[in-house]
């Protein structure tokens, strides 16, 4: 049974950095893809970030591109999201996800659709004070 637990979130100013992390326990990281989203009160779930099983493919919505970056450590079964720069739109509950499908077949138009993971952890507020 795949289960996800993140971790790091908390409340900081407009411009701070924060560092999100995400624990995978029956599901190696290493095999697929894995993403970050986040979800404000009142907004559908977005995609903010992913990061498929050959390192490379990396993929990022507009909104935190050149600010987040994405990474992981296949020794430790982690997944990190480094978010610079912080704004007060980036205030949401940020959640960890994991596919089961062939990393392969993941490719920039689905990488960051929710219908695209299957493994959900339970989320982590962040909250960005202006």
């Known amino acids: 049974q795949v289960r996800l637990v993140e971790s790091g979130g908390e409340s900081v100013q407009a411009g701070d950095s924060l560092t999100l992390s995400c624990a995978a326990s029956?599901?190696?990281?290493?095999?697929?893809?894995m993403a970050w989203f986040r979800q404000a009160p009142g907004r559908e779930r977005e995609g903010v970030a992913s990061i498929c099983a050959d390192g490379i493919r990396t993929y990022y919505s507009n909104s935190v591109k050149g600010r987040f970056t994405i990474s992981r450590d296949n020794a430790k079964n982690t997944l990190d999201l480094q978010m610079n720069s912080l704004k007060p739109e980036d205030t949401a509950t940020y959640y960890c996800?994991?596919?089961?499908?062939?990393?392969?077949?993941?490719?920039?138009?689905?990488?960051?659709?929710?219908?695209?993971?299957?493994?959900w952890g339970q989320g982590t507020q962040v909250t960005v004070s202006s």
């Open positions: 996800a994991a596919s089961s499908r062939p990393w392969q077949l993941i490719g920039a138009t689905i990488a960051l659709s929710t219908f695209t993971y299957n493994a």
């Open positions: 029956g599901y190696t990281i290493s095999n697929s893809c």
